[in-house]
């Protein structure tokens, strides 16, 4: 029998109420025991005295890049950056080559994930191809594995297409997570349309690009009562979009990312590709939106729209592809630009990013109650550190904190009662 002990954490659960110093017990990969002093003479002992135990990090906005871009990442090493930020599930994007349009890649992906060091969900396609042409058989894609639903990279531009999609999705019982982006506005836009764009001579996106989207999804989900979730949402009058369909009733939920919180259009200043991302960085009355959609329930979770590309790809800042990896720095964003401002309480982030995004995908995670599964993350939530893009653990460096002090440090991660990321050197 697998036994493992963590010793004198500071316990913090986001599904439930409890935030106290205490011990946790897993056995054969489910939580057997929390809280208070507890014995057990044949465990493996972690000494977790001075750190936080907290539900392992469930991101529901990954790329993982295979099958097809694994020059970027794949799946094994996709999840072994998730360990070390803490991540122990996430749900993987559909715009791969080929696309994961089919029954045979979601189960392929399913299967090389078996041994990675987080629990791979599938989102798959909406359309075939992700051309917005005609719908796959979302049936199947469910029946061979798939929780959810998407083309991100790019929306369903055909209306009907999407409208049909929710309807049945509906049915099915699957999250359908939509990439809103009005592609005739944003067309060859690379950066926020603004003063920066102005300054730097680059063509923009306008806000409206995300915001019209953002309408459409929300009209289609009002008109006929269906859920929709809006990803990386990053615009000020999207926020406002959101929050006014919940008080009418909309079943409408939301996620942002980190860089949207922390972070603005004045990064690009630098010419420096990294920066890029769709949706891009927007302007401080954005950021400072986004930050009050999170404070007042308008945006549900955290996830962080991870998105490696190579070096070469990013060297060219007009024509490299847009993304950011984030999964190793989200945590440490979330304390440094909220918790530490004293923005959101730790409980409340942690909620952001674990039982928020596991309530709303379905899936058993987000929690330390006794019978979970044992995915936690212990981290030191007053660490400081600077993030070293040489140092991460997956493929790519485009990371959008790079050089960045944060505060919060993952010192060890467990999924499924199994240690996957031990940080070296620990104190």
């Not at 058989?137 to 991100?152: F, H, P």
């Not at 809006?230 to 990312?257: F, M, P, Q, Y």
Request: include cysteine.
């Amino acid at each position: 029998m697998d036994r493992l002990l963590i010793r004198g954490a500071r316990i913090l659960d986001p599904s439930g109420t409890m935030d106290e110093t205490g011990d946790i017990l897993i056995t054969n990969g489910a939580i057997t025991a929390v809280g208070g002093k507890i014995s057990c003479e044949d465990a493996e002992v972690i000494d977790a005295r001075g750190l936080a135990a907290a539900p392992g990090l469930v991101d529901m906005h990954v790329h993982l890049r295979d099958p097809g871009f694994t020059e970027k990442e794949d799946i094994l090493t996709g999840c072994r950056a998730a360990a070390a930020g803490g991540v122990t599930s996430l749900l993987c994007m559909p715009n791969t080559n080929p696309a994961v349009d089919t029954p045979e890649t979601v189960r392929d992906i399913l299967e090389k994930a078996r041994t990675a060091d987080a629990r791979v969900y599938v989102a798959a396609a909406i359309t075939k191809g992700l051309k917005s042409e005609e719908l796959n058989d979302l049936a199947a894609l469910k029946e061979a594995g798939a929780i959810a639903l998407s083309d991100d990279g790019r929306p369903v531009v055909n209306t009907l297409l999407m409208a049909n999609a929710l309807r049945l999705a509906a049915e099915l019982k699957m999250r359908v997570v939509s990439h809103c982006e009005d592609l005739f506005l944003s067309q060859g836009g690379k950066i926020n349309e603004g003063a920066v764009s102005e300054r730097l001579g680059v063509k923009g996106v306008p806000a409206a690009a995300e915001d019209c989207g953002t309408a459409r999804e929300i009209a289609i989900a009002a008109a006929y009562g269906v859920p929709v979730h809006i990803c990386h949402v990053s615009t000020k009058t999207s926020v406002a979009l959101i929050r006014d369909a919940k008080r009418r009733g909309v079943r409408v939920t939301a996620e942002t990312a980190p860089h949207y919180f922390a972070l603005t259009e004045q990064e690009l200043l630098s010419r420096d590709a990294d920066y890029r991302m769709s949706p891009p960085l927007r302007a401080e009355e954005d950021r400072l939106a986004v930050i009050e959609g999170l404070r007042d329930g308008t945006i549900d979770a955290i996830a962080t729209d991870h998105a490696p590309h190579t070096p070469a790809e990013k060297a060219d800042f007009l024509a490299a592809p847009n993304g950011s990896v984030g999964m190793e720095t989200s945590l440490a964003a979330g304390i440094t630009y909220l918790v530490n401002r004293q923005l959101l309480t730790l409980t409340q982030l942690l909620s952001l990013m674990s039982a928020a995004p596991a309530a709303l995908l379905g899936i058993s995670a987000g929690t330390l109650k006794v019978g979970a599964p044992a995915d936690l993350v212990l981290f030191d939530s007053c660490e400081s550190w600077t993030v070293d893009p040489d140092r991460l653990h997956g493929k790519s460096r485009n990371a959008v904190f790079k050089g960045k002090e944060l505060t919060g440090k993952v010192k060890k991660t467990v999924c499924g009662g199994k240690i996957v990321f031990d940080e070296p050197n620990r104190r």
